[in-house]
Structure formats: structure tokens, C-alpha cells
């Protein structure tokens, strides 16, 4: 049974991987943003501990469980296809590589194949990597930081409508991790949020607003090293496929849910 | 299985038609309490002087009156009702017979009696108990396993002094029937554990059993794995120190290498001078034991992707160079870093198989005359040359960990070289599969690996004072709720 | 068996497919001159192109200049980059030197080919020169190593320079100029407003900028009588509404005399002039637009354009 779960810690893994590839919305105040990321945060947190008690409370086999297994599955699907694109997009933009569409089927096997439990270590070790990241980034945007960029006269509140970041990890906790950790699974909106958050607050005093986020990476700069925002892609790019990976474990559980699928599909290296 | 016969005759005639060839073969027709036997022994294994002094000495005591003196009347004397230092399980068919005579017993053989009765007179010449060269160290014992089974299990015993110990011995189902022990510690060991490696090693059948690793594929089933989950050593203060976290360990006569299992990862980054030490150095050699490692593997790698596809992490200083030395020569990066590498390893291969009076030399004469050339041609430059070196040697740290970390910096060059950043990704997590994927006996490989888990551990990536350490004993077979290998809640000392 | 041997082979050729084997031969840029001329631009590519050597001691990389012209500015760096021996990389082109001369337009321009491009960076940092492309290429022609003391005085005077994603801002643009031994900086400065005019700046005006705006580094300044020599300056401002009060506090170079009270006397006056110029001139140094936004809310906003500037008292204070 452990093996079919994964932890928390990759479920948060993969939400931080995809909100730091979210896109933000164009020219909003940060205090605006602030307000109406924490609202959308408590809403999907409330929505996550909803449908924690959904499937807990639920028969498996019932309609509602099915009809509700298949949407998710959708939506991981999609899920899978955007995290793929951006993935690639970074590949062929920073890179100029195309070998992550060359590496497609040995990622797809290994996230099929693979029991949940095994991509537990490497979300562990990947959790590392991003907070070393994350370090880094900051020693090297620190310095180009100015509080009065966070107040712009001139910004107005945005016409478009506010998108609720939703991902298929808020609504599928307890058929993915172990039941103890459920408890802290429902807060992932937050983590999502307070990555956003991250982003926007960094983008907003180092240049005030009205650059693509890519710009915050390549205006790094430390000492000796003129440039580290092809590394930090890099982490990315490994827990993007990561997430590939994951997504694909996750649709594989979602799918053995639904349909009976055979055993012994685990793997031993 | 053959019993032996009562008549004597045909008990040497069965054996002449065995061994009647061999020029080792001794058979010596002797009377003894006035009955006809033969001794039978093989020559350079059992000790002849030995033999005949006690038997001289123990038929020199006891006399029997003539009408006593049947073949089972003698046997059952010899046995049982005399001084003779003889075995007390006596040979009963021929099978018995000629592993016992192949173990350099001399075992006598009576007329009339369908027994035989061994004696332990073994003068085998073996190789001395001497320091093994793959495992160096400072401080500590500087014995190492001898080829004999037999003397490995003394040198054990000398160690662990209490009565935990259990070595047992049984012989594989091999042609040449070689012996092997298992040895664990009652009271530590994992019962059921024990007992099913005991069956595995019963039930496996290999063509030839050289040394321990030969038992591998019977102990983990599998096409391919990267990392192995067990360790060998060639020290009993070693083998003494995980007997006693309960581990098992698998010896084979005829090598000096046990077999250890299971084995965790970070054992590999620990040796024998680590509780010798001060915490302080130890816990410094550890990180740089974790850092060679890693920099064995992904050095070469990493160093052609940030070459080809990353130039700005490197100081522009270093990159014109290597940009000045690619130019200069006529292959690409990577398929040149392939290239240095194989030939390092070609190297190191001649260098340790050819005889050790020319092994100096010519490793000299390839390493720095071969390089110096090919650089001075143009065919090789001098930055891959040295990363290549700087990996060769980093990766003789960890020797344990040689053949994975070898072929794991191949591959992570041909991916960093071919498939560039999203390559290198890719390698890293086939590191990180690999690694979390291999266990043994429901033991996984990493746990309780402190990174990242809780590198700060008291004996993990650094060490804390053995005072300290001594506090909790440490046992691999942890279980938590009375379940195996859930999770460890607090990693703990491991002993060398 | 046969089945899965042609399904390995199938995988094999699909990730041999977009695999390939880069080299590391590329002309890294590492500074770029825009200069435009009319209706055309002209540019030139400081790069970096090393020649063979396999024995890696013997190789050197000295900067060359490229130059190209074109109507617009990607075809002005298109032809540039054809003067190069190989593919020109921009990851490390980490300056943008262009005319005293030009204006706003230019900058503009340059990033919006920095976000679709990738030919530079958006944090390239920024210097005004007084020598054009002709100059700066017979310059080069009669000083073979002049282009590698251009980007050591880059390098050196880097932490004073704005970068490129600040043109909308006011910045402080030193003004290079070519010497008999190299390169330096000259003793004006430009200061261009965030409304968009530009204003000339001497010492001790620029240093007293460079102070109030938290720029790092070393700072000299020459007063009657006395050069401070200033490491670090922090500033702190208190605000109501009817007065401003500033505190410098500034740490003295090492071993060197702390200043006496004549010299913050000085500064304090040179500090509350400044800022009251600047101010008039439409330029907030001290950000108190923000900071009366954050106290007073957008009633209590305070504009160079619209509010005369605030009484100012400045409090200098070295340790």
C-alpha cells in the first residue's frame, strides 16, 4: 500500500513547479494581488478539504466517485500537456534543445512503470535544489531591489477577470498520499499562493511591472557570475519533469481507480 | 549416495577408481588393535607427521585382547572409548567420504565396518592472514581474511566472544562442492532474514562459486541495477562490527571477500579510521568522501553541458581556454571527454592486470607520456584532460562504489552531450531512481540515508562523539510498530 | 524477445531523432555600441573569439570589435554579427554603450529587441560615451589591446552604471571618454529624468546623487578644504507634513580622520541643495512621492510636478 502513495512533499513539488511557471497578471498593484491570491488561497484550501472528505466518505464504485475520477483525469491530462509545453518552450528558448521531446517515452515509461514511493527520494532531494535555488536568486536580485517600485502612481487595477490557479493536487490528496498527511496536504493553495506571491513581490521591486518573469531570472547577477538564470531554469526544468512524471503516476493511480488495471506493472531497476 | 561398504576392499576399490589417478591420492594399509584399515588421505592437505604421532600416541595407551578386534569393535573404541582426536561424526557414505578428504582430513577405513572415522590432521598451505590492499586505513586492526573458510571463521570468533555468533558452513550445489558460511548474530540478526538467505544460498546453483559476489544473482533477482545493496569487506574487524548491528555475512572458501547484506548507501562514504578519529575530521572526510563521490559522477558531464549549452556559469577566464582548446582539436567536447575517459579506464585496467614489476611503468609511460602527446598533436586539450583525471581519481575515494560511479559518468556524459541541460536532468534523476529503487530484504538502499532527509544526523553526512554515539545501539533491521522498515524515525550510529 | 528488440530500437531512433552534439565554438559577446544616425543605426560587437590551442596555457582571447550598419537596429546587429568569425552569443553581453547624445528612443528600442531577440539582456548596464563608432574603431586600430581595456573599465566602474530595465526611471549615466592609457570616466555625468529631459551633473552634485539613491562602493568627494572618502551611506527619512528630515549616516574609509563638524556642515547643505534642485528640475532622488503615498495615502501624495518641495533638513553623521 505505501508503495501506491506518494508524499506531500511531492505533491508540493509539483504545485510549486507549476506556479512558478504560472503566468502573472499584467499590471496589477501588489496589495491588490496580495488580497485577491490570499482569497483565491482560503478558497481552494476549503475546496480541497471538500473534496478530501468527498472521497473519504464516498464509495469508490459510486457515480459520483466515477464521474468525478474521470473529470480529474481530464484535467491532469491538460495538466500534463501545459506543463510539457512549458518545459519545452524553456528547452528551445534558453537552450536551444529540442531533447526533451527526444526524451518523452523514457519519461513517460518511468512515470507509468514506477511506483508512487519511488519518486518520493527525488522529490526530497529536488526540495533541496529549489531552496538552494531560491537562495541564489535572492543574493543575486537583492541588490536590485527598491521599495518605491512597489508603489506606481500610474498602475491601475486590471479590466480581466482574476484566474483561480486550480490543480489536480488540491482535489485528489487522499488518493495520492498517505492518509496522515492529509492534514497538511489541504494548505498546498497556500504554497501555490505564496510562490506567486514570491514571484510578483520580486518582479514588482526589481522592475516595477511590465516585464515577462523570465526577465527576473536573467537580471541575476553576483560577483564573479554575470548571469545564473540558465541554472535556475535548469532546476526548473528538472522538477518540471519531474511533475511530468508525477502527473503521469498520478493519472495511472486515477486510472486504476476507474478501470481494473494489471499488477505487477512495478519496475525493478 | 554411496554407502560405504563393510568390506574394505571395496570401499578402496570405489575410491582408487575416483582418485587412483591423482598423483596426491595416499592410501596406507595399516593394522590397528588387530584390525586390517587403510588411511586415506591426499597429500599437501593433511599432515602426515601429525597423523602418525597421534596415532602412535593414542594406540601406544590402550591395547585390546585379539578376540575384540572387529572392524565395528575397533570403530566404536577409536570413536568413542579412546584418546584419539578423531571427528565425531564419522563418514558414513563415500559423498562424506571425499568431502572430508578434500576438507585435508585423513579418514581410517576398517575392514568389516561400514564407517569410517575422520581425523583432522590438516597441513593445507594457504596464503597467511595478511593486511588486504583494497582497504586501507590509519588506525585499527590490520588483519584481513585469509582464502580458508575455516581460518576466516576463527578470526571471526577471536572477535565477537560472546556466544551470539553463529557460523554456520554448508557446501554449495556446485561441481567442485565448495563450502561457504553464514554468519549472524543471534540476538541482532532478523530470524526469518537469516533463513531465507540460507535457502537462497541452498537453492542456488551456480556453475562455479569463486567468491562470495557469485551469489549475487540468487540474492537479488534482477536484469539490471546500478547500485547493489550489499557490501563486501576483507577485514573481520569489519565483517565483526556489522555481525553485530545484526547483519549477515556470506563467506566462501577459497576468497578473502565477504559478503555483507544489507548494506545502506551511505556506508560507502564510511570506513574503519571514522570512529578512530576526532568527530570533527571524520564528519570533514565524510562531506568530502559525499563530494567526490558527486564529483565523480557529474563532473564531466556537467562541465561539457556548461560548456557547450551554458558558457556564462563559467568565469569567461577558464571558458576562452576551453573554447581556445576545442577549437584546436578535432572532435566535439563530449565525444572527446568520452574518449579521455575510456582511455583512463583503459589504463587502470592494464595497469592493475599486468604483473606488478611493469605495472608502474607502464602505467607512468601511458599516463603522462600519452597525454603529454596527444595534447602536443593536437588530438586531446588540456582542460578535458584534466577533468577527466581529476574524476579517475576522485572516484578511488569511494572505492566501493566504483563500478556504479564508472558507469553512471558515462552515461551522464553522453546524455549532458547529447541531449544537453534537459539530458543532465535526466541523468540526475536516473541517479535518483536508481538509488531509491535498490534494496535488499525489505531494507531500502537509502534509508537511513540523512540526505535530505535529516542530514544532520548524528552519524550521517558528519559524525557526532562516539561517547555519544555509544548511547544507542544500532541495529539495520529497525522496526517501527512491529512492521519492517516503515520509517526510521531517528537514524542511528553505525559501527565499523 | 524479437518484439521488444524493435520497440527498444523504435525508442532509440525517436530520442537519437532530437538529440545532436553542439560545439563551444561561438563569438561570446560581451559589450554592445548602439549609435543611430538619422534614419540608420550603427553598431559594434565587443566579442570575445579565442584562437586554437589544444595546450590551454598558450591560448588567448583577446576582444575584437565588429561593426555593421543597417535601417534598423536588428539589421545594424545582424550585419555587425557577420563580421565575426562565428555565431555570435549574447549570454554574456552584459553592457550597452551608446552616444551622450542619444535619447530615450534608442534605449527603447534596444530593449524591445531584448525581449523578442535575446541579443542582450534587459540588466545590461549602461554608459554614455563621448567618442563615436569611428572613433572608438581607429582608437582600436592604433591600440591593439584598447578593446580589452574598455571592458576592465566596464567591469570597474560597473557598480555605478543603471541598467537597461531602469530607462524609465531617472538614472545616472557616467559619460566614458578615451585617454592616452585607455579609458575613463569624465568628471560630468548625465542625469536623465523619468520625464524624460536631461540634465547635466558635475561633482559634487553627482556623488550627493549617488549617495541619497543607496548606490554601493567607494564615494569621493572633494569639499572646501577636505576629500571624504565614503564607503557606505545609509539613509534615513522622516517624514510629516510640513518637514522632511534626512539622515546620512556614512561610514569613513579606514584609516582615515573621521571628518569634523565643518565638513557635515558642508554635506548637509550640499545634501538639502541637491535634493531641492533635483526636485525643481522635476527629479524625486528620495522617493518622497512613495513614501507620502504610504503614509498619507493618495491624498497626501507629493509630486515634483505639482507640489513645491518640502522643507528639508539633512543630519550627516559618520562613524
Redesign the interface.
Known sequence: MEQDRFTTQAAALSIFTAAAAEGLPDGIPLRLFLLKGLCSAVLLTVLSAFSVTFWQGREQNAFPAVAAKTALLFLLLAEWCTTFARAQQVCRQEFGSMALVGLLPLLLWAGWKLPPARWNAPARVLWWFVVLGLLVLFAGLAGQMQWYRLWDPELQAPTEPWQVPLYGEYLLLPLLCPEAKLCRGVFLPFLGFGVQLALAAAMALVFGGGYPEQELLRAWSAGVFSRMDALLLWVWLTCAMFRMCFLCGCIRLLAGRILPMPSGSEVEP | MQQLSRDLAENLAALDALFGASADYYSKSITIYHCRGNIVLFDGMASLESLWQLLLEGASRHTLPPEQCTGPQVFRLILQDSVFPAESQPVEDMEDLIRRLTAGMAVLLLDGCPKGIAFSVQGLKFRSVEEPEGEGNLRGSREGFADLLRINLSLLRRLIRSGDLVQEVAQADTPAKTEYGVCYCRSVADPAMVQRVKQLLAAAKPEMLLDSSYFMPWLLPGRWRLFVPVSYTQRPAVAAAKLCEGRILILVNGSPSALVLPALFCENFECLDDYASTAVFSSFLRLLKYAAFYLTVFLPGVFVCLAVYLPELIPPQLLYKIEAAEKATPLPLFAEMLLVMLLLEVIREAGLRMPQSLGHSVSLVAALILGDAAIATGLMSTPVIFVASITSIAVFVTPALYESATLLRLGVVLAAGLAGPPGLAAAFFALLLALSGTGIMGVPYLTPHPFPQNPLSEDGVIRRDYRRLSRRHFVIWQKEGGTKWNRIASPRRRRR | MKNKAILFLA?AG?????????????S?V?ALYLSRQGGSWEAALLY??????????K???ALRVGTGKGEDLAAALSAAEETLPQTA?Y??C?YLLFPEDSDRTTLADYETLV?TD?RG???SRMICTDFDLEELRMAAEKTGDLPDKLLDKLKESAGLLP?L?QRQ?TILLPVLEITDTGFALKDREQLWTAAGSKIQLEEPRTVMFRLLS?T?GVHRLRLEGQQLNIRRCSVSVTMTRTLVRLRLDCQNEYGKALPGEESCRQLEQLCEDTVRQLWQQQVDVL?L???A??RYG?QG?LSPTKNACPRLEADVHFY
Open positions: 525508442l525517436w530520442c537519437l531523432l532530437f538529440l545532436r552534439c553542439e560545439t563551444t565554438e561561438k561570446m560581451r570575445q573569439a579565442p584562437e586554437a590551442a589544444a595546450d590551454a596555457s591560448a588567448t582571447a552569443d549570454r554574456l552584459d525581449l535575446q539582456r534587459t540588466a541598467r530595465y526611471e543607496g554601493g522617493h512621492q512613495q513614501a503615498a504610504l493618495r501624495m
